[in-house]
């Protein structure tokens, strides 16, 4: 028992400082990421260092979810991957401690953190998302800080265009100065040239000034004559040595009401957010019930009072249904205006009824958005918890299996699977926010197709199957493929007995026999049914293989060269694993489908084939045996 805890210790020992070193790692990361995608919205605005600090601190809190599941799976990885390297794991295998008992410390931690991160996600994320996007959207709306470019027009002081040739950047002053001022409105542009000028901030930041030397100004006066008839646009047009024009511009940082961000589905726990699903879904079905009730009443009904003359009166078992009467008696008796009249006024009312309630159902579409949003964020709030189990059971066997630890494999392995879990989150958000599937499908499907590959690389890692082992995949793929192993034998350098050469004659002729009798057996080929009367256990096959491989493995401890030689020419015979055809009902299924019967036909007929030609090789090789073994009797 102190053994055990003493691995334990030593498993935690290994992997919170690891985790803790990639955490750090993949937060940094994806920090740097938002900071690319936002950083047209911060630079160039006279932000103060520690607003920014505020901003990263918001951020990084915000982006711990998806850091932290790539972060456990890379750690896991690498912890397990080392412990396999340096065949630590093996020992601790050997030793009688099975991989699930040696991940039991990293599953109890894994366990406790992802309790910590459902808290997490329902407490503190939507604190720190309301600060984070608050804090965003007071930044974008913050003016830039000036600086004006030489030779370009320069726009982003509000309703001014400036346009300067040359500046002096150690004073300031600005030369050849063109300005556009719009602030009256385009039509009302006021035209300013000057020699030069120089642009200065007010104390308080709320005005800029614009001091100009030597120009002139033009300006229209459609504003002075928009009530006279004279059709003529006076303008103004002035010379100045010396001009002061006060611009308004706020250069300071305004921060948003933070109710704003608040009130959406980003800033509510779990509990909020089940209370504004649950009530705006009550409200919503109330809405479309009241709608349809409308739409009957005042849409339907009440126009079939209205033309009682060619609709009777309604029926008693249906209370809101009437029935035409002769219509098109009455229409045709109409004048071709009162035809006419008719058929204007119903798709008038037809159009007025389609508008109105399609302005209905946008407003509706909007209301259920906004409840698709709440449950994708309710479902969120426990995936995150969710992802983290299931990427310590896909890292931790991978690492037991790959035993490679390190910064290499591990990381390219860990990516790989990151970007496969992102892209078919992503997937899956979109279509739930889109109202194609439903909001639990589309934030579950990650999680639901990740949960099988943890299972299956946990019980392969258990079971210590070899599944990277290319050897298995090349032999497999040559069996699909048609292509035969081969024999390796050599010579042993210390034989304990002998084979028995004369009793090894008579196995040789006893195989030639069983041989020769399946050839027999097999001469007429079958056609489709009488393919499904055959005997698919291959119990004659079976005993072929067994006798063969008998005496492959006496006549492997010979000393001569030349018969290990001639064993290497056998070929290896395999069953074909087609004994579940021996069930009457699948069989019978089978030979009743043709498309699928008769794929089962032509493979066996290949397979009988080569089974044919694999028993003339093995009468080949057996007079070559026994040619070589009478030579060493006499």
């Not at 320069?154 to 001022?181: A, H, R, T």
């Not at 058929?343 to 906004?370: C, G, L, P, T």
């Not at 049914?529 to 063969?548: A, C, G, P, V």
């Amino acid at each position: 028992m102190l053994q055990i805890k003493r691995l334990y210790t030593f498993i935690l020992q290994t992997f919170i400082p690891l985790f803790l070193m990639t955490f750090g790692i993949c937060l940094f990361i994806v920090l740097m990421q938002f900071l690319w995608k936002y950083v047209d919205d911060m630079v160039g605005k006279g932000l103060e260092l520690d607003l920014l600090l505020e901003m990263f601190f918001y951020a990084g809190l915000s982006l711990v979810p998806m850091s932290l599941p790539l972060s456990i799976l890379l750690a896991s990885l690498m912890t397990f991957g080392n412990l396999g390297e340096s065949f630590e794991l093996t020992a601790i295998k050997a030793s009688g401690v099975s991989l699930l008992k040696t991940m039991k410390p990293i599953i109890i931690c894994i366990s406790m953190i992802a309790v910590g991160a459902y808290f997490f996600q329902n407490n503190i994320m939507p604190i720190s998302q309301v600060k984070l996007w608050t804090l965003m959207n007071s930044m974008k709306q913050k003016s830039p800080e000036l600086d004006i470019p030489e030779g370009s027009f320069y726009k982003e002081i509000p309703g001014y265009n400036l346009y300067v040739k040359k500046k002096d950047k150690v004073s300031g002053m600005m030369y050849d100065m063109m300005i556009y001022d719009f602030s009256k409105g385009f039509e009302n542009a006021t035209v300013i040239v000057a020699d030069s000028g120089k642009l200065k901030m007010l104390a308080d930041k709320m005005n800029l000034v614009l001091t100009l030397h030597s120009g002139e100004s033009f300006e229209n006066l459609r504003e002075q004559q928009e009530n006279r008839q004279n059709k003529n646009i006076a303008y103004r047009r002035e010379t100045f040595s010396k001009k002061e024009v006060l611009i308004d511009y706020n250069s300071n940082f305004n921060m948003m009401d933070e109710s704003v961000m608040q009130g959406k589905y980003i800033g509510k726990n779990r509990q909020e957010l089940s209370h504004y699903i649950d009530s705006v879904t009550v409200v919503s079905d109330s809405t479309n019930a009241m709608y349809a009730s409308n739409l009957r009443q005042y849409g339907y009904m009440q126009s079939m009072k209205n033309n009682r003359g060619y609709y009777g009166p309604p029926a008693q078992h249906e209370p809101d249904t009437f029935k035409m009467k002769n219509f098109n008696v009455y229409f045709d008796g109409l004048p071709l205006s009162g035809q006419l009249s008719v058929a204007v006024n119903a798709r008038s009312k037809a159009e007025n009824i389609k508008n109105e309630y399609m302005f209905k159902a946008i407003n509706q579409d909007e209301q259920m958005s906004s409840i698709r949003q709440h449950e994708m964020e309710w479902n969120r709030k426990y995936t995150l918890s969710f992802a983290c189990l299931i990427f310590l059971f896909i890292g931790a066997p991978l690492g037991a299996i790959i035993r490679k630890g390190g910064l290499g494999m591990p990381v390219v392995i860990s990516v790989f699977f990151f970007l496969f879990y992102y892209t078919i989150d992503t997937f899956g958000v979109k279509m739930a926010r889109q109202g194609i599937w439903p909001a639990w499908q589309g934030m579950w499907l990650s999680s639901i197709v990740l949960f099988p590959l943890g299972v299956f690389l946990t019980y392969k890692s258990v079971n210590d199957s070899i599944i990277f082992n290319p050897d298995a995949y090349v032999n497999a793929f040559r069996r699909i493929f048609g292509k035969r192993e081969t024999r390796n034998y050599s010579v042993k350098e210390i034989i304990m007995q002998y084979p028995d050469y004369p009793d090894c004659l008579n196995k040789l002729e006893e195989l030639d026999l069983m041989c020769e009798q399946y050839l027999k057996n097999q001469q007429k080929i079958p056609d489709y049914f009488s393919f499904w009367k055959m005997d698919f256990n291959q119990t004659e096959l079976k005993q072929i293989i067994r006798y063969q491989e008998d005496l492959i493995e006496e006549l492997c401890n010979s000393d001569r060269n030349i018969i290990v030689g001639k064993l290497m020419d056998y070929p290896i015979l395999t069953i074909i694993h087609s004994e579940f055809l021996s069930n009457n009902y699948i069989r019978n299924t089978c030979k009743i489908f043709f498309p699928l019967g008769l794929c089962f036909y032509f493979i066996g007929r290949h397979k009988r084939k080569r089974r044919m030609e694999d028993m003339h090789s093995i009468r080949k090789v057996n007079q070559d045996l026994r040619t070589e073994i009478e030579r060493i009797i006499m």
